[in-house]
């Protein structure tokens, strides 16, 4: 472990929020334009099996900071009273706890100055009774700063998803910022409009906000002058956590008129098939919130178009925010990170969200870049999110997290590895699914019901499940048991 501050790189760390992992140009993807993701991909590594931990918000970014998985946190949603569908995981359920050890708590030890911007989702969004107990209105900076600092962030500028910006009783950095603007009241209505479970959930549409004052643009603004204001002396982990392209599908209106005739392709939307008892429950959970009765190929690609606009302004910013970091001499002496806490389905199977183990889901986009950059390339091998904690101690030479999961990538990186991860894990209520070179499988944990099995090389769209195929039944056996024994550790 190194002891001498000054001599560590710096770590620019960004992280969006349901990012599909194969909407970005890097990927192959025709339409949707990424040249600043593009160029970070062809100045490092792009590993193309990266899990998340959990196709769900806080479970995931629980994993990611202790580099543990779901189970062992006993973090299953994104609050422990959400535990609604699946009662009977509701004596397992926690909530993120900042007694953790974390990896920005290990940077900190080793003279880490620690910056983050945008979304943290260590907490659930306040209930009605809590903005009543706190005189009608929340200031997310003064119930919340606090609180997510003593996870390891010294500096904190906490944005939460864009659906706290419906209500006047939320405060935020960035609902105080568009009243100065005189734009709150019509992004408010806005935000009603497309809220959580109404008919018009997953409608598309253009912001009402114009680009330079989007969410997506405020946060980077913010990093960007954190980046041009602080004092050089520590070397600097800075997260700058993007709320989009997370729902509402709302898109700023220059990327908006870019995509407006683009010839986007609406997936197949033909549902699953329901295997069991068991999936066939939870995939009526996941068609009724996907609101699959209104799916239609327009209004899917209609949505589609909006998410795309997302994803290239996010794109554009982090060309910005790496632009200042060269401006500041600082480029040469940093690491780039960029990943997300899951995907988006984006119609495909007739889903929208996230909330199963579907590669458009579960797989998430990670490119990781060393300040001098490597040759480039691809590492088709799997990975994980817990791997990135793991990752980040050791650019910083700080101590590994304790019983961590996670397995550092930086041999992988340079191409110098010499072994590579069989498994990856992720877990939603009580639904666990396991990722090898070859196969996912999915298992129902209190019953020990087989729900899913796919060929990933001769299925990548995950079309046929085989977990009922006679000739399969050997394997499905010895992936339950390989489940079962990484969940133990």
Known sequence: MKTDSSSRPNILFIFSDQHRHDVMGCAGHPLVSTPNLDALAARGRRFTKAWCQSPICQPSRASLITGKHPYDLGVFYNDASSATHASKDLDEAGEIEAVWPTFMKQLQAVGYETATFGKTHYHGIPTRDDVKAAGGRIDFAERYDDEVRSFGWDHVEEEYDKYVHSARSFQTPYAKYLQELGLADAYREQIKGVFRLTPSHWRGETSVVPQE????????????NWLDTREQEKPFLLKLAFVQPHVPLIDDPTWAAYYADADIQVPDLTPPAESCAEWADYLALLAGHSQRETMTPEFVREGIRHYFGM?????????????????LGQLKNTWIIYTCDHGEMLGTHGLWA??????????????????????????????????????IVDIAGAAPLPGARGESLLARVHGQATAMRELS???????????????????EMHSGAACELFDMNDDPAEVTNLVNDPSRTHLVEELKTALVDLQRG
């Open 425 to 443: 894990y992720s877990r939603i209520q009580s639904y666990a699914a396991l990722r090898t070179a070859q196969y996912r499988f999915t298992m």
């Open 354 to 391: 996230k909330m199963n183990f579907y590669q458009g889901s579960a797989q998430v986009p990670l490119i990781i870049v060393p300040p001098a950059g490597t040759a480039g390339g691809l590492d088709d091998n799997v990975a994980e999110l817990t791997d990135v904690a793991a990752t």
């Open 311 to 327: 994803v290239s302004l996010i794109d554009q910013q982090i060309g910005n925010v790496v632009a200042t970091l060269e401006a």
């Open 213 to 224: 004052h989007d969410l997506t643009t405020f946060l980077a603004d913010r990093a960007i």
